[in-house]
């Protein structure tokens, strides 16, 4: 695990606060840096999962109250909010229909299944992608 000095905390809570929106110029100047020492903490992986991370930690915060304005949404008859509400309880999915009208559409859909289930066994052999 990274060790961060104080600036590099400060601009890590900066920017999971800002979004993705944040300009360098701001974050520079909350935290007392130069764009260029930003641009080199950015570059480092440790310091840009810091960052995913309290954004998550930031969000989960707010979860109860997000979830409870959906539920009041889905309660005045908002579908996409109930929608949301039960895919996130696991109780409904997307679901994606194929309609194929033709011998030759059904051909392609048949030879493309076929492509993707060989690329699947070649992977799970291992393989890097050599011809058989």
């Known amino acids: ?16 606060n800002l979004g993705p929106t944040a300009k360098e110029s701001e974050v520079a100047d909350t935290v007392g840096v130069t764009r260029k020492t930003l641009w ?18 930031n969000l ?3 979860f109860g109250g997000i979830f409870d304005a959906l539920i009041r949404k889905a309660k005045t008859g908002q579908v996409p909010a109930a929608k949301l509400i039960l895919e996130a309880a696991g109780m409904i999915s997307e679901k994606h229909e194929v ?6 559409g059904y051909r392609r859909v048949v ?15 291992g393989d890097t992608g ?3």
Do not use: P
């Open 111 to 125: 030879e493309e299944a076929e492509r993707i289930r060989h690329e699947m066994v070649l992977k799970e052999q």
């Open 1 to 16: 695990m990274a060790t961060f000095s104080a600036e590099q905390l400060k601009a890590i809570e900066t920017y999971a």
């Open 40 to 57: 080199e903490w950015r570059k480092e992986r440790e310091f840009c999962e810091a960052i995913a991370e309290t954004v998550r930690k």
């Open 130 to 132: 050599a011809k058989v």
């Open 60 to 62: 989960a915060q707010h």
């Open 99 to 104: 309609h194929i009208d033709t011998a030759e």
